[in-house]
């Protein structure tokens, strides 16, 4: 017999993304400024997006090996725990961003009623 443990109720506007394309487009974005590594980058979104986004440090390191293999991000030769983005990476962080504010941009007209 299994039991698991009952899930924390949401408190406040904090929100947990679970969608990978999600945490995969904030650690890209994460990146446009420049190399990080991945404990910078975890601090670059709480000060960023702050309490509105709970983005775990154990969330950043898998979704950075991942973004790698997809060529989307790559390591520096002389500091391979510090990441940048590909040029790949930027063309994809940008059609990201441009599908967000596209949803975004319908979400509103549908609840605005226009």
């Given amino acids: 017999m299994t039991t698991?443990?009952?899930r924390r109720a949401a408190?406040?506007?904090r929100a947990r993304i679970r969608d990978r394309g999600q945490v995969d487009a904030m650690v890209l974005a994460a990146l446009a400024d420049g190399p990080l590594r991945h404990d910078e980058i975890a601090?670059?979104?709480r000060r960023r997006v702050g309490d509105a986004l709970d983005l775990p440090l154990s969330r950043v390191v898998p979704t950075l090996?991942?973004?790698a293999r997809n060529r989307l991000v790559s390591r520096s030769s002389r500091d391979p725990r510090r990441y940048r983005l590909t040029?790949?990476?930027t063309r994809s962080l940008t059609?990201?961003?441009r599908a967000a504010d596209a949803f975004a941009t319908s979400l509103h007209h549908l609840t605005d009623g226009e």
């Fill in 4 to 6: 698991t443990a009952p």
């Fill in 95 to 97: 059609a990201r961003v």
């Fill in 43 to 45: 601090d670059v979104l």
């Fill in 65 to 67: 090996h991942r973004l």
């Fill in 87 to 89: 040029d790949t990476g």
């Fill in 11 to 13: 408190t406040g506007s």
